[in-house]
Nanobody, 124 residues
Framework: QVQLVESGGGSVQAGGSLRVSCAASRRTDNFSYLTWFRQAPGKEREGVAALYIRGGTFYADSVKGRFTISLDNAENMVHLQMTALESDDTARYFC??????????????????WGQGTQVTISS
């Protein structure tokens, strides 16, 4: 069983930066995609940034230019660097991993493993 453990959440003021990280219990090159999702109270879970292990990244329009997803194969970790944070970025952020084909990288359907999430709160 694969475990994904997120860390790095917290509270920051609008305009600030934060990095969240996800540690995998399996080598990251065993996956096809590693992706960050988020879910705010009363809202559906949405994809934020996806990383295709063989190369390529995908971002939600709402975070393009502000968020960067990156992979650390040596540490089996995936990071999400968030800058210019806005109140709408407040959510619980989840790491997800897929081992097979993914139709739409920023939708939850094809992901096999999920972390418990880490809370990110942006104050104005």
């Amino acid at each position: 069983q694969v475990q994904l453990v997120e860390s790095g959440g917290g509270s920051v003021q609008a305009g600030g930066s934060l990095r969240v990280s996800c540690a995998a219990s399996r080598r990251t090159d065993n996956f096809s995609y590693l992706t960050w999702f988020r879910q705010a109270p009363g809202k559906e879970r949405e994809g934020v940034a996806a990383l295709y292990i063989r190369g390529g990244t995908f971002y939600a329009d709402s975070v393009k230019g502000r968020f960067t997803i990156s992979l650390d194969n040596a540490e089996n970790m995936v990071h999400l660097q968030m800058t210019a944070l806005e109140s709408d970025d407040t959510a619980r952020y989840f790491c997800a991993a897929a081992v097979g084909w993914v139709g739409k990288p920023l939708t939850p359907r094809d992901y096999d493993y999920w972390g418990q999430g880490t809370q990110v709160t942006i104050s104005s």
